[in-house]
């Protein structure tokens, strides 16, 4: 048997006094997928920083190919043939494919000679990877999923043999995904190692051939794919058994709660975002928009919540919204019954240096509970925080947190519970799970469904599509700005959304890759 | 106004472009790479005393200027440490650096000289010397050009050609090397320039040191060149002039030089005319002097095409995980 491409003998890494890798051990073979899986904050991305030579380990020791290195920064890494890329891409966005696959890596002093000889050996790996990128295309005006292909590109570029990848499907498509694992899989033909690094059980079922679990910093098993199955790694990542479906009931649904119609949104550079959209939410029910991040769904949410303007028709119980004007702001939608858990929680969700009993406010900061006289009644304030992180088992049960310190799961349950706590007819809930983990989600989930089995309208935006899947009653699509189509979950797959996520309605008929990369790089060009 | 008189103020618009381009292209340098650098003026001032005062002890220029540029790079290294090393807040480092310059070069030059906060007048060697370009005298005969070129072109001192030569030398500097790609990526993605395998702290510094070295330039050239002798605050403000050509070319190298060009030749007119008649209309000399600063304003509320300063300027960079 031949050396393990990467070993790592008791790698450790403290921040102060938190470590983020104890005593972490694991051997990848040469030619293999390894998957690395494990909740936010277990520790994988420190380990692969060290590997990459972003950070130094306290302890330990890294055999490349059987041989001991030592890898105190990136240029080492890279030298040892290793290549990274990284969840958010390392590019440079007014520079051409080819500048950024050859910077750091140049031939010479002068730029023409190298940039000569990248453009052959680019043209090289494209045909033999089936990567198929322009060198003269800018970046801003590329989809994320050509970034990420520049990216591997960027990696092959520098002869790295052992390739890692921090969670790279999080911004794809199905399609998208699909693409990627097919060059993977041909990477993997030519002999190359590859590191996934990802949360999603699915795809680690899918493409690895053995798999490690970390959980808070520790590795705590690695298995062959085969001979697991994803609620055995859900209980290892987790420590607990862990339900992996939402439970519940059909919905019920009743009145019309939400009614929209031929909603527009113009954006501050004039593009359209929204091209009409007309929706229903009925009491009861989850409407989950599905749709690849910037085809309009934080504008419908951003437009419903009062953050932004817009044309078109939007009732609430019967009642119409102000639209523009003064009274089409966040505080009139609450005083509505409109609740809102925006999707991105760090920006507008939270005021992450804030205590948490002061977040819990936002937005309701004028109820009389809150208020006495011109004073706010800052007592009776931190006792509902306490009432609401007891109710939502928010860690830790300190309404003195501030926001940041707090980990995302429980962040996001701050928000939650500021929401929900309102008794609103309508929820809006952008991402909810974004960056949560998995425990966490389990929780967050069953509020949701809670909150409609309780007879309250939903209606859920969210990226993922197994979110999507399993919490919505009914599913809409949207693409550039238009809801492509509504599906009943019971009635539709991955595939099928898939392919009207990427404009395609008549999902029936066979569709080459080329149009749906088509399609999305249109929309990718207007977004950028 | 007769063609004399033109190539009279276009003479003088190169004259006082020049301490405007070296000081924009030192910008350029350090923004490009992401430290944005309000202390030009008082680089530019420091240079200015130093240079004046090296000069007027030892009567070289060339020593005055060495020590010029000498001090525009300490200042420069300052700021580096302050905002690169510790990740400070650019703006306030280049602030302080420019009341620092203020404050240090008169209480330096009254102890120094005790002639009320100035050198002694710089004469002879201690001065630049105009330098005339080969047919100078041959080609002055020539209708149009030949003025041009011998009067307005030719005449000036060495700093002057060093500035027009800087022009092309950081275009190619920045477009045509792997230094330049490495800068430019810096002051965009950091990020990107750091998992290549290079460092950005070094980079950085880099751009920061010749961001000096320009500044030192063009504060000597002040001193020793265009006056003769340092005088209280003498730069005038043209370190934020230079900032705001900066914008206004867009952080590119050959439309600052067009930029400081215009801004020069503004100066120069205010100089020439108290007044500037426009058939009826009157035009007061304060509103040509404040011209450059009402184009930058307007350049900058994007009514002339846009101007996207780089991406990462402004932020320290710090290894994410």
Known sequence: ?528 | MDFLTIVQILDSSIRLATPLLLACLAGLFSERAGVFDIGLEGKMLVAAFFSAAIAATTGSVWLGLLAGVAASLVFAAIHGLASITFRGDQLISGVALNFLAAGTTVLIAQDWFAQGARTPALTGAARFAPIDLPFADALSGIPLLGPLYAQALSGHTILVYVGLLAVPATWYVLFRTRFGLRLRAVGENPGAVDTAGVSVIRLRYAAVLICGLLCGLAGAYLATGLAAGFTQDMTAGRGFIALAALIFAKWRPWYALWACLLFGFLQAVSNRYSTIDLWIVEIPNAFVIALPYILTVVILAGFVGRATPPRAGGVPYVKER
């Open chain 1, 1 to 528: 048997m031949s050396d393990p491409a990467i070993e790592l003998r008791g790698i450790s890494k403290s921040f102060g006094a938190v470590k983020a890798n104890k005593d972490i051990a694991i051997r990848v073979m040469p030619g293999t997928i390894h998957g690395i899986i494990g909740e936010n904050g277990a520790g994988k991305s420190t380990l692969m920083s060290i590997l990459y030579g972003f950070y130094r380990a306290d302890r330990g020791e890294i055999f490349i190919r059987g041989e001991r290195t030592d890898i105190p920064d990136s240029q080492a890494a890279i030298r040892a043939g290793i290549g990274m890329v990284f969840q958010h891409f390392k590019l440079v966005q007014n520079f051409t494919v080819l500048e950024n696959i050859v910077l750091g890596a140049e031939e010479g002093a002068l730029l023409t000679t190298s940039l000569g000889k990248a453009r052959t050996l680019l043209k090289q790996l494209s045909e033999d990877y089936e990567l198929q990128v322009d060198p003269d295309a800018r970046i801003e005006d590329l989809g994320v999923g050509m970034q990420q292909r520049v990216e591997i590109l960027k990696a092959l570029y520098r002869q790295a043999d052992i390739l890692i990848l921090d969670e790279p499907t999080g911004v794809l498509t199905p399609s998208e995904a699909d693409h990627l694992f097919r060059i993977l899989e041909g990477l993997k033909r030519e002999g190359k190692t590859i590191i996934l690094i990802t949360h999603k059980l699915r795809e680690i079922m899918e493409i690895t051939d053995t798999v490690s679990v970390m959980r808070r910093g520790e590795m705590t098993a690695t298995v062959k794919t085969a001979e697991t199955g994803p609620e055995e790694l859900a209980e290892l990542m987790v420590g607990r058994k862990v339900l992996l479906r939402v439970e519940k009931k059909a919905a019920q649904p009743g009145a019309r709660v939400l009614e929209i119609e031929d909603l527009r949104v113009v954006d501050g550079s004039g593009v359209e975002r929204l091209r009409g959209i007309s929706l229903d939410v009925r009491a009861g029910e989850i409407l989950g928009i599905a749709g690849v991040a910037g085809n309009g769904q934080s504008e419908l949410l951003e437009v419903l919540g009062g953050m932004r303007s817009g044309t078109g028709r939007v009732r609430v119980n019967g009642d119409e919204l102000d639209l523009v004007g003064p009274r089409a702001d966040a505080r009139t939608r609450r005083a509505r019954g409109i609740a809102h858990v925006p999707e991105d929680r760090q920006h507008e969700g939270l005021i992450m240096d804030f205590h948490a009993w002061e977040n819990v406010a936002f937005g309701y900061h004028a109820d009389p509970a809150y208020n006495r006289g011109l004073l706010m009644d800052n007592d009776a304030l931190r006792r509902d925080t306490e009432r609401k992180i007891a109710k939502f088992d928010v860690r830790p049960a300190d309404c003195w947190q501030t926001a940041k310190n707090f980990s995302g799961g429980n962040q996001q349950k701050i928000v939650i519970a500021r929401e929900l706590e309102r008794d609103p007819d309508l929820l809006l809930v952008g991402q909810p799970t974004r960056g949560v983990d998995i425990g966490a989600i389990e929780f967050i989930h069953q509020q949701i469904v809670a909150l409609r089995d309780a007879g309250k309208a939903i209606l859920l935006v969210s990226v993922e599509l197994d979110e999507i899947l399993s919490l919505s009653d009914r599913i809409a699509v949207m693409f550039d700005g238009r809801i492509m189509g509504e599906r009943l979950p019971s009635q539709t797959d991955e595939r099928e959304l898939g392919l009207m996520m990427a404009g395609i309605t008549d999902t029936d008929r066979g569709h080459t890759h080329a149009e749906v990369e088509g399609n999305l790089a249109h929309v990718h060009g207007k977004v950028g």
